[in-house]
């Protein structure tokens, strides 16, 4: 057992460094499951971080860089359009909010997955593991027969979460090309979006086949670099000839409020890579707390998307496009840049971004082929992947519906139901403090998650019907 978990701290590792836009999960987190089924023991003489591997763990400073390489996603490119839906002043207060409840549920993940490898005596426990342990350790027998369901519930999220992104990713490619080629190719100006998302479909069905990630891994380092450099372009024009603000709005409509929820979960949701990071470091007491790399982390990854959604929307007002690069002038060589090198590591992403969750799903589906068939599978179900994202992005083609319907589905439950649950059924022994605050207040979070659950998931609909 001890040798098992140590390969996933040396998967994980692997995992996070090929984050883009969007943290990759750790690998094991979808594909196993806690195999010792006995009650908990008594954990005072088990110390999980004493029995982690710790040959190539990672400095402070080391999960901080990671932390901060997968939560700097896409979010800078959609964050300004979250605040055309709500508003500065909202936008900018709800930001920090939306902020300080993700980081507490981040929290709350990492502890129960901490007092949890003492109970099991394992080193440690992936999102997906975390959920069958806490309760299968349930002190309810009723609560207990729900671990496998617990986490398939949590690789399912997590499975459709990296689909439903890849989506994204499509339109995002889709719109940056078609920047370019409206100002470089005139008799493309007006053609469809949906003629940009099928173009490269024959490149996009070569990397939905390859199998290792290692064939990704040149080009997604450079693409984190085209991605920094796209980032301080957009500044650099944000910043310049920014008009008076009151001439923005600071509060926007109740029905427009949904979308900016919704966009804000999925630029800032990031707890899929939360575990990975704290399983790798060598000194994982040093992850909460405070400073603590979280902290540390989140503020920078938050003040950063707070910067973009205020500054674009003050800059572009109810101009701001799904994408702040598509409000970049297009007659200008620095904004051609930005648009073909956010395309070149979209493109990258993609494969990135279906690989993963492939290579997941499908050692659970080979369990149940034969041998003779299983090469023939693993290629059809590829293609399959490939060819839904691309059906998805063609019958949606616009990119804030598919963006607030991933944040509101599965990012919100993902990051804000499942923690506050989890902590109930944890420590539930343990009081759950004085009248059982933690208990109510994690009820409140779990609720807030399902309001904004179906809310989201209403304006989200609302907005694909009117965009089809």
């Given at each position: 057992?001890?040798?098992?978990?140590?390969?996933?701290?040396?998967?994980?590792?692997?995992?996070?460094?090929?984050?883009?836009?969007?943290?990759?999960?750790?690998?094991?987190?979808?594909?196993?499951?806690?195999?010792?089924?006995?009650?908990?023991?008594?954990?005072?003489?088990?110390?999980?971080?004493?029995?982690?591997?710790?040959?190539?763990?990672?400095?402070?400073?080391?999960?901080?860089?990671?932390?901060?390489?997968?939560?700097?996603?896409?979010?800078?490119?959609?964050?300004p359009n979250a605040f055309k839906n709500a508003g500065l002043a909202?936008?900018?207060?709800?930001?920090?909010?939306?902020?300080?409840?993700?980081?507490?549920?981040?929290?709350?993940?990492?502890?129960?997955?901490?007092?949890?490898?003492?109970?099991?005596?394992?080193?440690?426990?992936?999102?997906?593991?975390?959920?069958?342990?806490?309760?299968?350790?349930?002190?309810?027998?009723?609560?207990?027969?729900?671990?496998?369901?617990?986490?398939?519930?949590?690789?399912?999220?997590?499975?459709?979460?990296?689909?439903?992104?890849?989506?994204?990713?499509?339109?995002?490619?889709?719109?940056?090309?078609?920047?370019?080629?409206?100002?470089?190719?005139?008799?493309?100006?007006?053609?469809?979006?949906?003629?940009?998302?099928?173009?490269?479909?024959?490149?996009?069905?070569?990397?939905?086949?390859?199998?290792?990630?290692?064939?990704?891994?040149?080009?997604?380092?450079?693409?984190?670099v085209a991605v920094g450099v796209s980032c301080g372009i957009t500044?650099?024009?944000?910043?310049?000839?920014?008009?008076?603000?009151?001439?923005?709005?600071?509060?926007?409509?109740?029905?427009?409020?949904?979308?900016?929820?919704?966009?804000?979960?999925?630029?800032?949701?990031?707890?899929?890579?939360?575990?990975?990071?704290?399983?790798?470091?060598?000194?994982?007491?040093?992850?909460?707390?405070?400073?603590?790399?979280?902290?540390?982390?989140?503020?920078?990854?938050?003040?950063?998307?707070?910067?973009?959604?205020?500054?674009?929307?003050?800059?572009?007002?109810?101009?701001?496009?799904?994408?702040?690069?598509?409000?970049?002038?297009?007659?200008?060589?620095?904004?051609?840049?930005?648009?073909?090198?956010?395309?070149?590591?979209?493109?990258?992403?993609?494969?990135?971004?279906?690989?993963?969750?492939?290579?997941?799903?499908?050692?659970?589906?080979?369990?149940?082929?034969?041998?003779?068939?299983?090469?023939?599978?693993?290629?059809?179900?590829?293609?399959?992947?490939?060819?839904?994202?691309?059906?998805?992005?063609?019958?949606?083609?616009?990119?804030?519906?598919?963006?607030?319907?991933?944040?509101?589905?599965?990012?919100?439950?993902?990051?804000?139901?499942?923690?506050?649950?989890?902590?109930?059924?944890?420590?539930?022994?343990?009081?759950?403090?004085?009248?059982?605050?933690?208990?109510?207040?994690?009820?409140?979070?779990?609720?807030?998650?399902?309001?904004?659950?179906?809310?989201?998931?209403?304006?989200?609909?609302?907005?694909?019907?009117?965009?089809?």
């Amino acid at each position: 057992m001890r040798r098992e978990k140590n390969v996933v701290a040396r998967e994980s590792d692997t995992v996070i460094t090929l984050s883009v836009f969007n943290p990759p999960v750790n690998v094991t987190d979808l594909k196993s499951g806690v195999q010792n089924g006995s009650a908990p023991t008594a954990t005072a003489d088990y110390d999980p971080f004493a029995e982690r591997n710790r040959e190539n763990a990672y400095s402070d400073y080391g999960a901080l860089a990671h932390l901060l390489k997968s939560a700097l996603s896409s979010g800078f490119l959609v964050m300004p359009n979250a605040f055309k839906n709500a508003g500065l002043a909202f936008g900018l207060v709800s930001t920090f909010v939306i902020a300080f409840i993700f980081n507490h549920t981040i929290q709350l993940l990492v502890r129960c997955s901490q007092e949890l490898c003492r109970r099991e005596r394992v080193p440690v426990l992936a999102f997906a593991e975390t959920a069958e342990a806490a309760f299968k350790t349930s002190r309810f027998p009723v609560l207990r027969s729900y671990s496998t369901f617990a986490k398939n519930f949590v690789n399912v999220g997590i499975l459709s979460s990296y689909y439903g992104a890849s989506s994204v990713y499509l339109l995002l490619l889709a719109t940056s090309v078609q920047q370019v080629c409206r100002y470089y190719v005139p008799a493309m100006a007006e053609l469809d979006i949906r003629y940009y998302v099928l173009m490269p479909l024959p490149i996009l069905l070569v990397l939905g086949v390859l199998r290792e990630l290692k064939y990704l891994v040149p080009f997604s380092h450079a693409a984190n670099v085209a991605v920094g450099v796209s980032c301080g372009i957009t500044l650099y024009y944000m910043f310049c000839d920014l008009p008076d603000i009151a001439e923005r709005k600071n509060f926007a409509t109740v029905a427009q409020l949904p979308i900016f929820f919704s966009i804000a979960i999925f630029a800032m949701e990031c707890i899929g890579v939360v575990l990975p990071v704290e399983n790798s470091m060598k000194k994982p007491s040093h992850f909460l707390g405070c400073p603590g790399v979280l902290n540390i982390g989140f503020s920078i990854v938050v003040g950063l998307y707070a910067m973009m959604g205020f500054v674009g929307y003050w800059k572009y007002g109810e101009d701001t496009m799904d994408s702040i690069t598509l409000n970049l002038p297009l007659n200008e060589i620095l904004a051609q840049a930005v648009n073909v090198l956010i395309a070149l590591a979209t493109l990258v992403t993609f494969g990135l971004a279906v690989m993963v969750p492939n290579n997941i799903a499908l050692s659970m589906i080979l369990e149940k082929v034969s041998p003779k068939r299983a090469e023939v599978v693993q290629y059809v179900f590829r293609i399959f992947v490939v060819l839904a994202s691309v059906s998805i992005a063609v019958a949606i083609p616009k990119l804030q519906p598919i963006v607030s319907l991933v944040g509101a589905v599965f990012l919100s439950v993902l990051g804000l139901f499942c923690p506050p649950i989890l902590e109930i059924v944890v420590f539930w022994d343990e009081g759950l403090g004085w009248k059982r605050w933690r208990m109510w207040k994690d009820i409140f979070i779990a609720t807030f998650s399902l309001f904004g659950l179906a809310t989201g998931c209403y304006a989200s609909i609302v907005d694909i019907i009117n965009t089809v």
